[in-house]
């Protein structure tokens, strides 16, 4: 209905929109996507002013973000043009964003550019983060990676490596040993989510072999979060030998993250299993945490078991109590 009526008489609409925010839903503003973009397409600067001067411009920001995407995606550097005469204000944010998303999802050498005249402030920086995360489309387009970082400007490329290692999976995981090289490439605070993420991806291709990780990264905590993210994707494929390789690591903070990240695992199907490893951690905050988890799952099917398992746990009573007032915690309602 509102496509049709926009075409009969689009400023007749549009006027009522402005009129009456809210009274309709994202979905129905898509009526006026084709309308816009046929306005768009015969004059971006001269439509996009006279609704930003009328005050209507928020009514069509869903219909412009979607003729970005579709038929109006080549008139995203004059939108740009565009915008850097306007004052900023959250509909040509909005619209700013998107061009910035779109581009770097369909035209990615488009966006590179674009980054160079993004400001250095925090919104700028926000804007460089967004681009180097879309640049990847959520991942499906990992195999962009090598060609963006020779192309990236410098402000982009540690935003650009940082998303790519968030977006590591076991099905994007090419060749782990040049992920491993490509840690090198991460500042120094995001080096340890990153062995992370290669861990996690590389154990759920084949966690035999992802082990080896922790020999390829500094003992500590880079070494620790690995082996954790290991344990975690492992068990999720296979508890029984996901513990056995727990238990054959030698005591100490790799062995006790990596127990914990086992109960987190295992917890909801095996309570009594994640019971046992919590009490093997010898870090008592570890311990205390893991404790917490398998008690709780215990809880929903036995309350009286967990509170049993606290109540005689190597605990201390502050611990003890601590364990139990989660359990009497209600859960959040949904």
């Known amino acids: 209905m509102l496509s049709a009526a926009a075409e009969a008489d689009f400023d007749t609409t549009v006027d009522w929109l402005k009129a009456n925010p809210g009274r309709l839903g994202h979905e129905d503003l898509m009526g006026l996507v084709q309308p816009v973009t046929e306005r ?6 001269g439509f996009l002013s006279a609704h930003a001067a009328d005050g209507s411009l928020a009514t069509l920001v869903p219909a412009i973000d979607n003729a970005l995407l579709n038929g109006a995606a080549g008139l995203r550097p004059a939108i740009w043009e565009w915008l850097k005469t306007q004052p900023q204000n959250e509909s040509t944010q909005s619209i700013r964003d998107q061009v910035l998303s779109s581009a770097s999802y369909q035209e990615p050498n488009l966006a ?17 983060t967004n681009v180097a995360e879309r640049l990847f489309n959520g991942g499906h387009m990992l195999n962009r990676f090598d060609s963006l970082l020779s192309q990236a400007p410098d ?4 935003p650009l490596v940082e998303a790519a290692f968030g977006f590591l999976r076991g099905d994007s995981l090419d060749d782990p040993q040049r992920w491993i090289n490509n840690l090198s490439l991460l500042p120094a605070n995001a080096r340890a989510k990153g062995t992370e993420s290669l861990a996690r991806a ?48 030698p005591a100490g903070p790799e062995r006790d993250r990596s127990a914990e990240s086992l109960v987190s695992a295992v917890a909801q199907r095996y309570p009594q299993e994640a019971w046992n490893w919590a009490l093997s951690i010898s870090d008592a905050v570890g311990r205390e945490r893991a404790a917490g988890e398998a008690a709780k799952m215990m809880a ?35």
Not at 40 to 45: E, I, M, R, T, Y
């Open 40 to 45: 768009l397409n015969a004059d971006p600067a």
């Open 112 to 128: 590179l550019e674009l980054v160079k005249e993004l400001p250095n402030t925090p919104e700028g920086d926000r804007e460089v």
């Open 155 to 158: 402000r982009l490329r540690e």
């Open 202 to 249: 590389w154990a759920e291709q084949a966690p035999e072999d992802a082990n080896r990780l922790g020999g390829c990264t500094p003992a500590g905590r880079h070494s620790n979060s690995a082996l954790a993210a290991i344990a975690s994707a492992w068990a999720g494929k296979d508890a029984n030998n996901a513990a056995a390789w727990v238990a054959s690591l």
């Open 300 to 334: 929903a099917r036995d309350p009286a078991t967990a509170r049993q398992w606290i109540q005689s746990g190597p605990f201390s009573d502050q611990t003890k109590a601590n364990l139990q007032a989660a359990l009497d915690k209600p859960a959040p309602a949904k």
